[in-house]
Structures are given as C-alpha cells and as structure tokens.
C-alpha cells in the first residue's frame, strides 16, 4: 500500500487517541461513584431522595438529583441523574463543540453487620454510563465504606464522617476507538442529619496519575 493511503489513517488513529485521552482527562473524576447507603438518612424511613451541586478541578459545574432506599436484610440501592458541564474551550476540542457530560448511575451496598461498633462498614458497587459527545464510557466501581455516626452537643444533630477506598474497571470508546482502565480512587465525606433532613459535602480524589478532584455538596430528606 502507498504512503499517500497510509497518511490518513494513521492520522486518524491519532486523531482518535488524543480525543479519547484529552476527554479522560477532563471526565475521570465523573468516574462512577457508590451512594452513601449504609449512612442513615433517617431513624424510621428507608426511602430518600436529594439534590447536589459541585464543582470538578476540570473546571466543569455540577448538577444532579438522586434518591434511594434501604432494606431490613441491611441491602440498599440508589440511583443518580447529574450533568456536568465543561465551561474550558478545552473541553469543546474534544467533543466536536460539546461540553456536557450526562451520567447515570445505579448502585447497591451491604451493611457488614459484623463490624463491631461505632464504626459502619459497607460493600458497594455500582454500574455508570457517561456520555460527553461521541464519547461513551462505562465504569464498574467497588469498594468498602467505613462510617460513625456522632451525636453532635444540642443532641437534635448528628454527623457521619465516611472513607470509602475504591477501585473502578473503566471502559471508554469514541469514533471506534475503545481503552481499559484500573483506576484507584477515594471519597471523604460528612453528612449532617436532624431527623429526616440531611445535607453535607462529599469530596472525590484520584490520585493515580495526575491528581483530579470533585466536591459536592448534598441537599435531601426522606422520600417515603
């Protein structure tokens, strides 16, 4: 074959390379994240629902409703909508003009009831799929969440600092072009509760690689 035929291919082999890279580095910590399941929202209802904003160090603004439950067998499931939208021209060179990451995600976590108390623990994992242009990318996340709950001095508040270490199976594919990934990843946060309300920040590091961030911050209540 001629170089004159090779030249276009191989240009867009790299062509789909450098998108594929550059929208994983401005997606990677929009990774698939495990709700707070094992976290009591509420003392009697299982059901709740919440809305969150945030911020990514991408530079992208965050906007998202989500909701979820609990059973008596200590199982949960929690499902999420959020937009995060890229307002850095660099976002739009690698999506043919669009900067929107749309993701949804379902998850479920179990309570270890052995874990001896104060200290809760959870196994979660959850299934994402993001879309930002042509892009598509699916992640598989799991991961062990350790929380306490504590009585705050007027007695009508309570806090629940949360680590959760987690790994993330990600696969990612733009223009017919597809890339695995292990990435390692953790989440901090607090959630402050009285009664059936609760609000608090939620902060997401990626430290493999170049270091990325997320934070949040969580308004809800119960649902039913």
Excluded at 64 to 76: A, P
Excluded at 187 to 216: C, I, K
């Amino acid at each position: 074959m001629s170089r004159a035929r090779l030249a276009p291919r191989r240009c867009g082999a790299v062509a789909r390379s450098a998108a594929l890279a550059g929208a994983f580095t401005l997606i990677a910590t929009s990774e698939a994240i495990p709700q707070e399941i094992c976290r009591r929202t509420s003392l009697t209802h299982p059901g709740w629902a919440a809305f969150q904003v945030g911020r990514t160090s991408t530079s992208a603004t965050l906007v998202g409703v989500q909701g979820g439950g609990r059973f008596q067998n200590g199982l949960g499931i929690s499902a999420d909508v959020e937009l995060a939208r890229y307002s850095d021209p660099e976002a739009a060179s690698f999506n043919q003009g669009s900067s929107d990451l749309w993701s949804f995600q379902i998850g479920g976590a179990y309570l270890l009831r052995r874990v001896p108390p104060p200290v809760v623990a959870c196994l979660a994992a959850s299934i994402e799929h993001e879309r930002l242009g042509d892009l598509r990318i699916l992640s598989i996340p799991a991961g062990v969440a350790f929380g306490r709950e504590v009585e705050l001095s007027s007695g009508e508040w309570h806090v629940v600092p949360q680590v959760e270490p987690r790994v993330a199976l990600q696969r990612a594919s733009v223009y017919g072009f597809t890339s695995t990934r292990l990435l390692f990843t953790v989440r901090g946060s607090a959630m402050f509760r009285s009664g059936d309300v609760f609000a608090g920040p939620l902060v997401d590091w990626t430290p493999s690689g170049r270091p990325r961030w997320m934070a949040r911050v969580r308004f809800g209540g119960t649902a039913f």
